[in-house]
């Protein structure tokens, strides 16, 4: 079953700390309180380290998490990408 995005819900996500400049966006699901957040690898040069069988949009990029609630506001959205792009030691 292929996942259906809202197109009237979505939220740019960035880290612009450190000399960085990552930008992500958040898609809400169609029917279920789910964000899907997109980072684009190929766009900013990076190897992709998710499963080959992860979702990609294009021109979005890949998923690289999902946040379960049916609202999702910018300070928690960066809050997580930053937690991420740490975790994967992007920054």
Same mark, same amino acid.
């Given at each position: 079953? /292929?996942?259906?995005?809202?197109?009237k819900y979505?939220?740019?996500?960035?880290y612009?700390?450190?000399?960085?400049?990552y @930008?992500?966006?958040a898609f809400k699901?169609?029917?279920? /309180?789910?964000?899907d957040?997109?980072?684009? =690898?190929?766009?900013?040069?990076?190897?992709? +380290?998710? !499963?080959?069988? @992860?979702?990609?949009?294009?021109?979005?990029?890949?998923? +690289?998490?999902s946040?379960?609630?049916k609202? +999702? /506001?910018? #300070?928690?959205?960066?809050q997580? =990408?930053?937690?991420w792009l !740490? !975790?994967? #030691?992007m920054?």
């Amino acid at each position: 079953m /292929d996942i259906l995005y809202d197109d009237k819900y979505h939220l740019h996500l960035g880290y612009y700390e450190d000399n960085f400049d990552y @930008e992500a966006i958040a898609f809400k699901r169609q029917f279920e /309180d789910v964000w899907d957040i997109f980072f684009d =690898f190929k766009g900013y040069g990076i190897k992709n +380290i998710t !499963s080959k069988y @992860e979702l990609t949009l294009d021109p979005f990029g890949t998923r +690289i998490f999902s946040i379960d609630n049916k609202e +999702i /506001d910018y #300070k928690i959205g960066k809050q997580r =990408f930053k937690q991420w792009l !740490s !975790s994967n #030691k992007m920054i």
